[in-house]
T-cell receptor
Framework: ETGVTQTPRHLVMGMTNKKSLKCEQH?????MYWYKQSAKKPLELMFV???????ENNSVPSRFSPECPNSSHLFLHLHTLQPEDSALYLC?????????????FGSGTRLTVV | AQSVTQLDSQVPVFEEAPVELRCNYS??????LFWYVQYPNQGLQLLLK??????LVKGINGFEAEFNKSQTSFHLRKPSVHISDTAEYFC??????????FGQGTILTVHP
């Protein structure tokens, strides 16, 4: 257990479904990140939240919608996904803006779009 | 701009042999460097980090890494690997503020 908890661990959804991924940390961190990890591809940074404000959106399609209601929780809302969106989605957190500590990662949600 | 390059996408090795996973970084300012390990269907777990001071950094599971400023490298080493070390390894770097930049990953496969 790293201190960053992601649920669910596995998710299978149809292309017309709406689902949400959840990430929770109680480490006192105030920066949170969503990464996408596809087979044989580098880690892709999707979104960065700092003090509950979105500070980075790396050209992610609008079918992915992040939400950060407070510094402990981060969601990724999914709708009308495509099969190529199947991947491992990783959440991470860090003390705000300080790379000194590195990131703490959750175990990920394995998403399969059918 | 900060960039991190892992020179090998896959490294096969036999059990009990030594291994080195290579990482180069580019930066014009002081950097913090990290190695993470990822087991199948898991998140990334911190192995070790270099912040300052001694250039030889020891981490968990018997791994160590050496910071070499002149060669802008931060290679990961283990003198004798086990089957359980089979995983993907990521090098990452960052400056004082901002994001960590990750390398492309190296898949280490330990054969019996």
């Amino acid at each position: 257990e790293t201190g960053v908890t992601q649920t669910p661990r596995h998710l299978v959804m149809g292309m017309t479904n709406k689902k949400s991924l959840k990430c929770e940390q109680h480490l006192g961190h105030n920066a949170m990140y969503w990464y996408k990890q596809s087979a044989k591809k580098p880690l892709e940074l999707m979104f960065v939240y700092s003090l509950e404000e979105r500070v980075e959106n790396n050209s992610v399609p609008s079918r992915f919608s992040p939400e950060c209601p407070n510094s402990s929780h981060l969601f990724l809302h999914l709708h009308t996904l495509q099969p190529e969106d199947s991947a491992l989605y990783l959440c991470a957190s860090s003390p705000n803006g300080l790379t000194y500590y590195g990131y703490t990662f959750g175990s990920g949600t394995r998403l399969t779009v059918v | 701009a900060q960039s991190v390059t892992q020179l090998d996408s896959q490294v096969p090795v036999f059990e009990e042999a030594p291994v080195e996973l290579r990482c180069n970084y580019s930066s014009s300012v002081s950097v913090y460097l990290f190695w993470y390990v990822q087991y199948p269907n898991q998140g990334l777990q911190l192995l070790l980090k270099y912040l300052s001071g001694s250039t030889l950094v020891k981490g968990i599971n018997g791994f160590e890494a050496e910071f070499n400023k002149s060669q802008t490298s931060f290679h990961l080493r283990k003198p004798s690997v086990h089957i359980s070390d089979t995983a993907e390894y990521f090098c990452a770097g960052g400056t004082s503020y901002g994001k960590l930049t990750f390398g492309q990953g190296t898949i280490l496969t330990v054969h019996p």
